[in-house]
């Protein structure tokens, strides 16, 4: 599984990526969360 998100990762994780994005997307959802 790990091989193949290595070879397409904007394929097979094209919304939700993997080390990318989950980290950054709950973090731009706390900021929010926090200033309201």
């Known amino acids: ?3 193949r ?3 397409d ?3 097979e994780m ?3 990526p993997d080390p990318s994005k ?3 997307t709950p973090t731009i ?3 929010p969360d ?3």
């Open 29 to 31: 959802l706390n900021v």
């Open 5 to 7: 998100f290595a070879i």
């Open 14 to 16: 094209p919304e939700k």
């Open 22 to 24: 989950p980290v950054i």
């Open 34 to 36: 926090d200033t309201y």
């Open 9 to 11: 990762p904007a394929r």
């Open 1 to 3: 599984m790990p091989k």
